[in-house]
Every structure is written in C-alpha cells, then in structure tokens.
C-alpha cells in the first residue's frame, strides 16, 4: 500500500487541502524506525526490538486505523451493558450523499432522529408489556463516509441495546423488532426529517478536494439485481433501513466484533494487490475485484474519511477510549527520538 501510495501522491497532493497533505506525510514515515522508535526488552530474557512510531493517523493508514478499531471494540465491550445489542444500518440516497458530505449538521440531524425514533419504538413496546414509569435507553452511533469498493459512502451505524432501564438501574428487556416496526421507524424518520433537507440547494464542490469527493460517489450501475429477501429491511425514497444485525447478551466477542466493525478504517491492506502491469487490484468484501492505477486509488484514499464514535446516551459514565498496556513489571521501553530535520 505504501508503494501504491507513493506512486500516486505526487499527481494528487496538490489537490488537497494542507490538512491532508499534512497527514500524507506523517504515513509516509509511519512504522519507519529512521524517524522514530521504541526499543522494548522482555524482562525475563533481555531479548530486545524495536518498535517503529506509529503516524497515528485517522484517514487511511491501515495499521493506525486497525489499531484504533480494536481499541474502540475492546473499551466498547468493558463498558456496554450485558444485554443483547442490535445495529440498524441507515444509508441515504445518491442525491443526499453529497449534500451530507459538504454539510455534516444535515448527517447529525438524521443520527437525531434515527435515535429518537428508535427509543420512542422500544418505549411503545415496553409500555405494550406492562412496564410504567420512567425508561432510559442507550445507543453508540458510528458515522461512516466509505464503502467496502473504497467509494464516498455516507452513511450510519447505529448500535442499540435490546433493553431499557428505569431510574433505579433495573433493566426491562424488549423483543426483538418486527419488520413493521423497521419500515415504522423509518417513516418517521424521513416525516421528520423533511424540513431538515428543505432548504437544500444543489451542491456544488468549492475547491478540488471537494471535486475529488464528488467523484469518488459510487453511481448505481444498470444492472438488473436478484432480489434477496431479507428481514428487518425497510426502504422508502432511497433510504434504506437494516435491523437484522443482532448479539445476544452472553456473546461478548460478539459485541467486540461489531463494533470493531464500525469503527474500522476506509482500507483493508489485505485485499489489495499489485499486477504485473503496475495497476492495483482491490478486492471489495462482496462484489467484483475492480483495478485502478496508483493515482486513482490515492484518490479513492483520500476523500474517505475514518469513522467518527459517538455516544448519545448509557445509564452510567462510559469512559474515554484507552488503549490497553502489558501489565506492571513485564517489559521496560526505552524510547529514541527521529533523526534531526526527519520530522
């Protein structure tokens, strides 16, 4: 990937804002020990290596990315209650994608009402079993600009646990929904909705950045499809809704995964390859394998953008996401600083 990288960036760079130009070059360097590293002995055996800097980056890099999504899915995991969890998938359609790219408030808007509608279908529902009083529900929501064909992509995760909690912590867990209820829940959405998008112009793009993030848009192609039938599916002018994603209680590794899975990055290093004649070939996670030359697929690179976490309510305070070190007394760290005017 890095080859592929560096090939292409010089065609590319002047396309992009300092912000991004900025980022490219702290990858550039990432897991290079020439501008930095950690040396780390085991303390039983002396034996000792060295551990490169990482660029830290939040846009593509796959290690920097990969690393932070098994973060995030590990301090999701401590922190989640012990019930079971369900994502519902909102994506827009081709006409908005845009719109929400140059204006994020317009995605924020619909991660509101998505969550609202959501909580006010398992209030109903509770109140359908019997249950009175105060109810209390949570959500983690992820926000995703990239798709697994590395295309400009927005779009919303949306991981809610199957339960509620009165004032005194005690949990009232709730069936799973029925499809009614996700076409119910995305009508009111989009009724909501309405006026937000009211006063929408056509966009636009202002500079070349947003020029590349406009092509970057996947356009449906003329294919006719097969249809496959699948539950907890709802779509309604272009909108679509999916809510048959769910883990049990029990199924802790099964709660990490998914959340690993919204929070992961734009890029698997695993599904690119390099051809004889210089072009890459990418692998998407369903569909056909599509080849682009070094310059194109910088620019795919470039307009994703990592997903940002959000979490808009959880009996209890969640902690900051930490990353997870050896324990005490295990290994000793001795640090090097980059070699001047290398960084």
Known sequence: MVDAFRRGWPSVSSLLPKRIQEEAARFLTCGDVR?????VACASCDDARLVAFSCKGRGWCPSCTTRRALDTGAHLESVLPRVAHRQWTLSLPMA?????????????????????????LQRATARRLGHEGTLTGGAVCFWQYFGSSLQLTPHLHLLVPEGLWRVDGAEVPLPPPSDADVTAVLHRVLRLARKDFADVDVPFPEDDFEGLQLRALQKPLPLALPHKATHRLATAHGFSLHADTAVHGNDRQGLERLCRYGARGPVAESRLRKLEDGRYEYSPKKGVAFTLTAEALVKRWTAARFPALKFLFFRGRARGPSTRS??????????????????
Request: no cysteine.
């Open 35 to 39: 501008f930095g590293f950690v040396e």
């Open 96 to 120: 908005l994608r845009f719109h929400v790219v140059k204006r994020p408030a317009l995605l924020k808007r619909l991660e509101v009402r998505l969550v609202r509608a959501v909580w006010r």
């Open 326 to 343: 050896p324990p005490p007394g295990t290994a000793r760290a001795r640090t090097a600083s980059p070699a001047p005017g290398t960084r």
